[in-house]
């Protein structure tokens, strides 16, 4: 361990933000200690603090890297648990209502395909095995302490179970705790102003079952992302393959006010989506044990990067700070790059006479590179619905021009498809996509190329 910032930090939350932070945070602290309001299964089991554990949970290419570099040996370990490889592109039947299908081509990307609990179990191991990160389960956070002068922290007040409230003093403490509602009643408890936020409305409803993968399943492909058709067809559907020999299969609403509750209900909407892919790939499955549900109005982003400064001593992370319409996939793979993000800064903070401080502004004023793609590609594709409430940037016409130039492109050129596959597991920042060499690329393929 080089260049300590300081004795202890605290994580709030042990989500897959909340375990990334505590593997940086284990080279820089003498102690990390990761509070966690549930019991802690040694097995793959559903929590009730992350009741979106029961739905497809998509680790992309950019976010398995990320958590790899963090905990060395994450990859291989969750493949030795029963993660699915999935080769990018060559084993994912992508359509979408104006293309079709893309071309299934391998660009030598893999990704491990695995229920949520599963991967998180498989990075709780890793963080669990650090030895100075201690993992503090049935552990409610209650606040996090300021200090008497208001402009700092102390540290966090928690109730381990007895009713009684304990304190404990930390140098950083980081929010994972998905909501960020304790780094919010900071902030009106120190009578500072709370960050603007942006927000885009979706209402998607979640409809979410679980099945075995029929013998007749189709030899090409692994995973299908059936896209919606707006503003005409509001329905998306992924199916992803998980250990067990199970496939997970989603089909999300935008705007929704009924849902689906039966097998035979499901099935129908898998009819009505743009394709028959999925309800083929279903119609002769087993039902499955029942259907889960979940409810996502809006993705946010707080700008906690606009304002002058923080709190001394905290940091809000991962959905804390920025939530993804969950259907693109990406939260986890954002709080992955941000836990890489944090270990670049707390390396550069070391020397700095205040590191706490200077570890806070410096994330904050890298994070939105992080943020960024992710932020613009879900939320410009959500814009499209023209029920989506959320506003449309200045350019946004302009935008959805240029990703039709892009498919079209995809579909005739091998280069701009790995560019448009890197930027989509996360590999690559959006810009990408408008460097010279590809966009003279997708300026080669003529709109009519796209008939
Ligand atoms: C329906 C749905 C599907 C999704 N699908 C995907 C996907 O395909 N791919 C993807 O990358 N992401 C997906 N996500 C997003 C993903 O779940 C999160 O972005 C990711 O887990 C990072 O979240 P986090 O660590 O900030 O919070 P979480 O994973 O939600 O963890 C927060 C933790 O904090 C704990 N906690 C909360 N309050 C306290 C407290 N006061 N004291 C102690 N502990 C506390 C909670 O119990 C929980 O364990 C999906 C989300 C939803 C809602």
Not at 34 to 45: I, Y
Not at 268 to 297: K, M, V, W
């Amino acid at each position: 361990m080089t260049g300590l910032l300081g004795q202890r930090a605290v994580v709030i939350g042990a989500g897959i933000g909340g375990l990334a932070m505590a593997g940086t945070l284990a080279k820089y602290f003498e102690r990390v200690e990761v509070f966690e309001r549930d019991r802690l299964a040694s097995s793959p089991a559903s929590r009730s603090g992350t009741p979106q554990d029961r739905h497809p949970h998509g680790l992309l290419a950019g976010g398995l890297q990320a958590l790899g570099e963090i905990f060395p040996g994450f990859e291989s370990d969750l493949a030795k648990a029963g993660a699915v490889a999935v080769r990018v592109a060559r084993d994912i039947q992508y359509e979408r209502p104006d293309f079709g299908v893309l071309p299934k081509r391998d660009f030598g990307l893999s990704l491990l395909c695995a229920s949520r609990p599963l991967i998180e179990l498989v990075l709780r191991r890793r963080a669990e095995a650090v030895a100075n990160i201690a993992l503090r389960p049935e552990c409610r956070v209650t606040g996090i302490v300021p200090t008497t002068s208001g402009a700092a922290v102390d540290g966090i007040r928690f109730d381990a179970g007895s009713g009684h409230s304990e304190v404990l003093a930390a140098d950083l403490v980081v929010d994972a705790s998905g909501r960020g509602a304790l780094t919010s009643t900071l902030y009106d408890a120190l009578g500072w102003e709370r960050p603007e936020v942006t927000e885009v409305g979706v209402d998607l409803s979640y409809a979410t079952v679980v099945v075995p993968i029929p013998p007749n399943a189709p030899p090409d492909w692994k995973l299908v992302f059936t896209l919606p058709d707006p503003p005409f067809l509001a329905l998306d559907a992924v199916l992803v393959p998980m250990e067990g020999g199970r496939w997970i299969i989603t089909i999300a609403e935008h705007g929704a006010t009924a849902r689906l509750e039966t097998w035979d209900a499901f099935l129908e909407a898998s009819r009505s989506l743009t394709t028959p892919t999925i309800y083929n790939a279903l119609r002769y499955a087993q039902p499955p044990d029942g259907i889960r549900h979940y409810r996502f109005p809006a993705s946010y982003w707080k700008h906690f990067e606009r304002l002058p400064r923080l709190p001394r001593g905290v940091l809000p992370v991962a959905d804390a700070l920025c939530r993804f319409n969950p259907i693109y996939g990406q939260g986890m793979s954002a709080a992955g790059q941000q836990a890489r993000l944090l270990q670049d800064v707390l390396g550069r903070a070391a020397a700095e006479p205040d590191p706490i401080a200077a570890s806070q502004a410096g994330f904050m004023a890298e994070v939105a590179s992080v943020l960024e793609t992710p932020w613009s590609m879900s939320t410009s594709a959500d814009l499209a619905f023209p029920g989506t409430r959320g506003e449309r940037p200045e350019n946004f016409a302009e935008a959805q021009q240029f990703e039709a130039a892009v498919f079209r492109a995809v579909i005739a050129d091998p280069v701009v498809h790995r560019a448009m596959t890197e930027v989509f597991q996360l590999l690559q920042p959006h810009r990408r996509l408008r460097e010279p060499d590809i966009v003279r690329r997708i300026e080669a393929v003529p709109a009519k190329a796209a008939a």
